[in-house]
Nanobody, 121 residues
Framework: QVQLVESGGGLGQAGGSLRLSCVASGSIISITAMNWYRQAPGKERELVAGITSAGSAHYADSVKGRFTISRDNAKNTVYLQMNSLRPDDTAVYYC???????????????WGQGTQVTVSS
């Protein structure tokens, strides 16, 4: 069984920083894409940033230059460094990963439980 567990959310101040972590555990053969999504109240879930196993990253326009995604493949962990926080970054942040697992080496999509990030002005 595979699971993703996020940590590092909480309360931040406008202009400040927070760092999120997400660890994948279980019967993992390999992990391809690892992404961060967020969902603010009354809004749809949106892609914030993503990173491939080779380290190629992409970002939503709203966070470019402020957020940095990285991963440690040896630890099955993805990070999201959030700088220059703004009140509109307030949301529940979700980790997502494409993970190859099982005897048939099939790829499945996994989500974390979400971690709340609240940015005060």
């Amino acid at each position: 069984q595979v699971q993703l567990v996020e940590s590092g959310g909480g309360l931040g101040q406008a202009g400040g920083s927070l760092r999120l972590s997400c660890v994948a555990s279980g019967s993992i053969i390999s992990i391809t894409a690892m992404n961060w999504y967020r969902q603010a109240p009354g809004k749809e879930r949106e892609l914030v940033a993503g990173i491939t196993s080779a380290g190629s990253a992409h970002y939503a326009d709203s966070v470019k230059g402020r957020f940095t995604i990285s991963r440690d493949n040896a630890k099955n962990t993805v990070y999201l460094q959030m700088n220059s926080l703004r009140p509109d970054d307030t949301a529940v942040y979700y980790c997502y990963a494409d993970i190859v697992t099982g005897a048939f080496r099939l790829q499945y999509q996994y989500w974390g439980q979400g971690t709340q990030v609240t940015v005060s002005s």
